[in-house]
Every structure is written in structure tokens, then in C-alpha cells.
């Protein structure tokens, strides 16, 4: 029995300390900016089988009539669809399973993207370009991590101001980025910030 009450006695007093710790302490968000350099393209494409209709005079095809089709247009601007890979995963857990197709295609080059996209075909779909960015040496990521701190204490310095008390020691930085970064076409448009959270003492 006084093991158990030593031991809570231990745990009363380390939560005693922990709480005064934190009421002693700010936790500030601190960004920097980061520039993006692309290292994959990748456009996904879908492919629906084509119901025909005489109003609109439009003729029906099946997904490989489609698909030939697509593959005849890239050809004539040197890019071959054999280097499409389909997205099985994708087509399993459509709803038309059985009366489309999807497939992606990794490039490294913005002007085979154009080319791709640039095609208009009733019945087959870009459905997104999603973006890829070059992972981050160590290096880079230390500099980032020391302008969104140096921009967290301002932040702080800030806040503490305001509360009559001056900012004093980081206590714990916490680093929620990845080395790679993935976005689409419109994430892409967002400016890129790099965050971490800091934790400072209060004096």
C-alpha cells in the first residue's frame, strides 16, 4: 500500500509540475515560405463508353473504341499511350465499372501535360493533374524550420506584450512537413508556407 501511495504521490507532483510548466508557456504556429520545384506530372485520365444519340448526333463507342481513338490523337503529338499505365484501383471502385476506364501518366515535362489535356474527345475525361515536388534535402529543411521559429518567437514576442510578460526559451518544436509535398492544380495556385509549432517559456 505505500508503494501505491508513493507512486501517486510521484505522479501528483511530475502533473503539478507539468501544468505549472504550461501555464508558463506559449504555443505559437511559425511559417515560412517555400518554393516549389516540380519533379512529376501526373494527368489522369478517364475513359466512358459513349451512348449514341441522333438528337445531338452523336455516334456511341465502347471504352476501346475510345481508347484507340485517344491513342491515334497522341500520336500525332509523339506521345505514346502505351506509356499510360490503368489504374485498376481506381475502375474497381467506380460505380461504371464495367463501362469505363482509367488511366495516369507520369511525365516530367509541362508541355506533354498541354499536349495531353489539350485533346477534346466526347467520352473521355481529364479528370485532374496532380503535382509532384522535388523532396527536400536536410538542408532545406533546417533553414525553413529556422525562419518559421525565428517567425514564431516574433509572433510570441507579440503576444507577450500584450500580457505583460517577455518570451523566453524554446521549450519544444514540433515539425508536421513531409520531405515531398503532392498537390493538384489548384493547390498549386495557394502560395506554399512551411509551419512548425513552437513552444516558448513565458518569464
Known sequence: MNLIKKILIVFILCQGFLNA???NSISVIGEANKTNEINTYIVNVEFREVIGDNYRNIKGKTVSELEKEFAAALSRVNIDFSRFEEDIMYRISSYAYTTSSFYFYKTTSLDEVKKIISHKIEGVTNTKVDIIAK?????????????????????????ATNIGKTVGDVIQIENP?????YYNVVALKEPTKYYVKVIFSLE
Open 177 to 181: 512537413n513531409n520531405k515531398y509535398k
Open 135 to 159: 523532396e527536400m534535402t536536410n538542408e532545406e529543411i533546417g533553414k525553413l524550420s529556422k525562419e518559421a521559429v525565428n517567425d514564431a518567437r516574433k509572433t510570441a514576442d507579440q503576444i
Open 21 to 23: 510548466q504550461q501555464q
